[in-house]
């Protein structure tokens, strides 16, 4: 296993950019192919080597972008119970009433200007710290569900043991370059207190990228200390090391709860993804056009808290549009609307130069199955081919988000490393080209044998590690399993197979230390 430097010598270490050669690695799940233990090494994170795909002209995003100014012109958003952030509106020249505030045309964009417009998030180990921004793409598992389910016992409440069960298994996939945040409510752990619980165990059970609580402005200070005592307090103040997922109350609501875990992390130099929320026809217009101009002005409202709180601090555009059956009401996931209106997204988050959070992979089926995956592959893609940069659900996400599913994570895991050579795109050299192959191989031979196929063989095609890909015959001799069944074999296999990455023991009690005394300090609180 790689070992974790996790001492506050670490503000001494350079950052840490891709990690890990491109061209070389992005096919290495080829080699499952020759033999089924063999441990398969991924990038730090992708550099993607496709260009993102633009579906909506300069006209009609000059139009959206229009509408999202008068939103902010005319109607406003207010912002509940945090005074001091409408205090550093009305200082930046913002109309502030009660709690309604309002923007002059352009006024929002020029204060995002300061945006960093990509950033370096450090991890304990230092070959792991992830870029995001630019041309890079990180895949984080889902987060948030309060249920977890798996084919043996079903559907139940989320535990600090299954917390700690997916923390463990995005640790060992290569294909995940970030720990995530809530993976999974662990509703075992009071309310007030899981958050040093989540923070730890991202800590402790992986040295990737992690997230931390938002919560309360005081979880959020607490993740951030405890980071603080992982990294080195210099080094944490200059570099970002955790990351703050923050919800706009949509429509057009900053909660006081929610801007002050953003100032607080921007405070500290740290990052906030600033995220609206809307469902299509409940938390926003049911039109797509209008929807997206919602969460556009929502968005960089969130964005420019950061910046007015401390200028040059790094943000996250995020955004998370959905739909809904207007036929009972419930929520979907993963269909065509709010995929396309991701492309959008993308495109307007790069007229602000900001990094971008965007879909993943969302479905609301309730089993590890073909709708789960359609949906979530609809979803994913538009992703891809956004721009996202920071890619958050992608793995695991099930029943809406409301379930982690254990077969559901193996799943999207293994089709988030063939999107690892999707986003490579075609390499063109003289290797590639393969004229050697040709020459050998003369027309009407087979290509198997050649001397070219045997040089490339282990990296030319990603190999899936859930599908099937015998013949029929093989396939029922071995048990007729499905893909689901597969993933249960493989998440129990890895959990088996975990080892716990190396941490400086002083630092390990530090934290351990922290958290409990943080836990003596206030009586247990269950909402």
Known sequence: MTEAVASTSDAELPPVAAGTDHKKHRRAGGRERRDPKAKINGPAYIQRNIPTYDVMGEENLQKIE???????????????????????FRKAGAKVNGMRVTFEPGHVREILKTAPREFTQHA????????????????????????????????????????????????????????????CEPTDVPVNKRHLDMVYS????????????????????????????????????QNCVILGNVNVNSPLLWDGTMTKSARAYARANQAAVIVPFILGGAMGPVTNAGAIAQAHAETMVGCAITQLERPGAPVIYGNFLSSMSLRSGSPTFGTPEPAIGSMVIGQLARRLNLPLRCAGSFTTSKLPDGQAMQESVMSMLSAIHCGANFILHSAGFLDGLLSMSYEKFMMDADFCGALHSYLGGVVVDD?????????EVTPGGHYLGSAHT????????????????TPFESWVEAGKTDSATRANIRWKTALADYEAPVMDVAVDEALKDFVARKKAATTDQWY
């Open 202 to 237: 991202h800590m402790r059970y992986s040295d990737k990228a992690y997230m931390g609580s938002i919560t309360s402005e005081e979880r959020a200070e607490d993740s951030i200390e405890m980071s603080r005592i992982l990294f080195g307090r210099e080094f944490v103040d």
């Open 431 to 439: 290797n590639t080209l393969a004229m050697d192959a040709f020459k």
């Open 124 to 183: 304990r180990n230092p070959q792991r710290s992830v870029q995001i921004g630019g041309k890079n793409v990180v895949f984080s598992p889902a987060y948030g569900s309060p249920f977890v389910m798996d084919l043996d016992r079903g559907r139940r409440y989320g535990t600090l043991e299954d917390f700690q069960n997916f923390i463990k298994l995005a640790y060992a996939c290569p294909w995940l370059h970030h720990s995530g945040g809530t993976v």
């Open 454 to 469: 045997m040089a490339n063989y282990t990296t030319a095609f990603f190999d899936s590690t859930i599908s099937d890909n």
């Open 66 to 88: 229009v509408t999202a100014e008068r939103i902010l012109a005319e109607v406003g958003l207010d912002i509940r119970d945090d005074d001091e952030c409408l205090d550093l």
